[in-house]
């Protein structure tokens, strides 16, 4: 069997990647931490890759923090090395978001702590019938707001809620993550890939520089301080890609009756 922490297959236009360290709940080590944040960074100047699914071997997408290797180890709880643990995980989340590719995550059992966040960085969350989602950072003595729990997991369900689960470290299952807009649906785990599929080929009809601007004004918008700012991110991607070869394909092909062939220029 593959050993590595991480198993990419690209299949039309499109990653699945599966963490593969299952064996391990595919616990954060430094192995999976560095295999992350390389991957998701490496997305930024790669036009071959339009989307992302992002998965798990094993009974649990992601249980965390691996708290039995050396970064957490008595003899290396030092400041510096404390921080740069931090800072190197971080460095994830930050990909998942700066990376133009959107980033459907498939949920099945635990998604703790850092596996949480994981969740809550992509895109889409669609979870199976086992999934639950607990920000555990509060439960081993530390504070419930890591690796951007504070700024996206009041984004997704309001202050209330994530006040709640960051607070308590409680954990939350699928169908309220359902009915709090945390996850999309929620569907048997055998059928998380066919979930996924469906908006895979939503997504795979669009223009591919359309939907790479989609989620960079969303990201804009999210923290815009006022309509007009958020509009004049709009304003610019829609003037920019009305010049674009895709955006003539497009009108002919509504006159045609046909789906476009867009060649993303």
């Not at 959107?102 to 059992?109: K, Q, S």
């Not at 990201?219 to 304003?235: C, G, I, K, R, Y």
């Amino acid at each position: 069997m593959n050993d590595s922490p991480l198993i990419i297959e690209h299949r039309d236009a499109v990653d699945w990647v599966t963490l593969n360290h299952g064996d391990k709940g595919n616990a954060l080590g430094e192995a999976m931490v560095t295999a992350l944040a390389e991957y998701f960074e490496s997305l930024a100047h790669n036009d071959n890759t339009r989307i992302v699914v992002l998965k798990a071997n094993g009974r649990h997408f992601c249980v965390g923090a691996d708290l039995s290797s050396t970064g957490f180890s008595e003899s290396a709880r030092t400041a510096r090395n404390v921080w740069a643990l931090q800072r190197s995980i971080a460095r994830i989340y930050k990909a998942m978001r700066r990376c133009p590719q959107p980033v459907i995550t498939l949920l099945h059992g635990a998604a703790c702590g850092g596996g949480f966040s994981l969740a809550m960085a992509s895109d889409i969350r669609i979870a199976g019938e086992s999934a639950k989602m607990n920000a555990a950072y509060i439960k081993i003595g530390l504070t419930g707001c890591d690796m951007g729990s504070s700024y996206f997991l009041p984004r997704l369900v309001g202050t209330s809620v994530a006040s709640e689960l960051l607070m308590t470290g409680r954990f939350i299952h699928a169908p309220r993550a359902l009915a709090v807009n945390l996850v999309s649906e929620v569907v048997p785990d055998a059928e998380l890939e066919t979930a996924a599929q469906s908006f895979v080929d939503d997504m795979l009809l669009t223009a591919p520089m359309g939907l790479r601007l989609t989620k960079e004004a969303l990201n804009f918008s999210v923290d815009a301080p006022s309509l007009e700012a958020a509009m004049a991110t709009e304003d610019r991607h829609q003037s920019l890609l009305a010049l674009t070869d895709d955006s003539i394909e497009a009108g002919l092909a509504f006159m045609e009756k046909r789906e476009p062939d867009y060649k993303d220029r």
